[in-house]
């Protein structure tokens, strides 16, 4: 996870004082619902991530989930510490009751303004809290729309948080190659006038246009 040049550009001002923190409930109650539109026999079927199928995307959301909640608190272990490229995640017998809660809890932990601030890691990495805040936020969107696209459901994420995984993308990619590579693919060409979130998706290097 590189630093990008201005991760979170409407959160803190010039002086470095915090304004209006981005808040994940909405999407992660979104990604919930998501979650339970899916149909068992959608497992093992294709997403826009190359390497994996629905239950792998499944099985990372609850592992990034984990994983920025401990961030938020600065519990570092194991779950921080962890590339989540290293395996291919899965999911466990009772994901349809640990991702809504892991979500949920998600999205409390980012409610304290303390979780914004200091170091803390995510993806073994160590990072600015505030730039953990928006790569969750980022996650969530993205991720979101992978699960929505795999399984034919409708998607319509927070606008509060489209606007912050535009920022942090468009600042990635102006970072370059070398700043993008450890995290998306090349972007995707769209024309600019396309809609706020076929952007968002193009620059985190997906087809807008892809289907199962």
Not at 171 to 189: C, E, I, K, M, W
Request: with cysteine.
């Amino acid at each position: 996870m590189p630093e990008t040049s201005n991760p979170l550009p409407d959160a803190v001002d010039p002086a470095g004082e915090p304004h209006e923190l981005p808040d994940l409930r909405p999407q992660a109650r979104l990604v919930a619902s998501l979650a339970v539109g899916v149909t068992d026999d959608q497992l093992d079927g294709p997403t826009p991530c190359p390497d994996y199928a629905v239950r792998h995307l499944l099985g990372h959301l609850v592992g990034l989930a984990a994983a920025f909640t401990d961030a938020a608190r600065k519990d570092l272990g194991a779950r921080t510490d962890t590339d989540p490229s290293s395996r291919l995640p899965d999911i466990d017998a009772d994901w349809r009751d640990e991702l809504p809660r892991r979500l949920a809890e998600l999205a409390e932990v980012w409610r304290d303004s303390a979780a914004w601030t200091g170091q803390t890691r995510a993806g073994g990495v160590d990072l600015p809290g505030e730039v953990a805040g928006v790569v969750a936020v980022d996650e969530l969107v993205v991720h979101g729309w992978d699960l929505a696209r795999a399984t034919g459901q409708e998607y319509a994420p927070d606008a509060a948080s489209l606007g912050v995984a535009h920022a942090m993308l468009s600042a990635t990619d102006a970072d370059g190659p070398a700043a993008r590579s450890s995290l998306f693919g090349p972007p995707v060409p769209v024309p600019p006038e396309a809609p706020l979130l076929d952007r968002v998706i193009a620059l985190s290097g997906r087809d807008p246009r892809w289907r199962p």
